[in-house]
Each structure stands twice: as C-alpha cells, then as structure tokens.
C-alpha cells in the first residue's frame, strides 16, 4: 500500500503552547554562523497555507505580539525567534513562553 503524503487528513491542532522559551545573551562562537538563538519548527502538513499568531508571554510584564507568519501548504517552518521584530523584538536573556495559533491545524 502506497500512501499519498499530499492527500493525508489534517494533522496537529490550532493552538499550540510552548512552555519553555529562552534566547540565550551571548553567543560562544563566531557570529553570525553561530549566535544563539531560540526556534519554534512548525509543520503544515495540510492542504492550505496556515495564518500562525505568535504571543510571547512574560513573568513580569504584559505579553508580545502577535507576530504573524504564513506557512505554505505542505511545508515546514523554523523561526528563530531573535528574528521576530514586529511589533518589537523578543527580548534576550528573559525566559518566556509562546502561545501559537493557527487558522489550519499544525504540529
């Protein structure tokens, strides 16, 4: 039996949490090649572009964002957050969480 990847039913959910975010402040190699960073992999493994918001939420302040990003059908995604800089950069150095949805199921 030959299974058709493209055709597969949706997987994943529209919310997502991840609980334990951290960009580290310094880097221990040569930059940019190796500057720290923090990531969040996303994969669409759906038939239609995901709309992703991204909040950043904090222990001692109010969260961060939305930062918007668009998934094309079929495809995974690897953000670093250090590159999210609207509406403002996540900050380095502070621990956070984010809270991820989507308009189509993700994992």
Known sequence: MTMDLLDLPPVGATTWVVADGYIPPGSTGPVPEMLSHDSVCILNAGGRAAKVDISVFFTDRDPAGPYT???AAHRAHHQRLNDLQGPEPV???VD???LLR???PIV
Do not use: A, Q, T
Request: net charge negative.
């Open 69 to 71: 990003l668009e998934i």
């Open 91 to 93: 900050p380095v150095g």
């Open 96 to 98: 956070y969480c984010l």
């Open 102 to 104: 989507s308009d189509v």
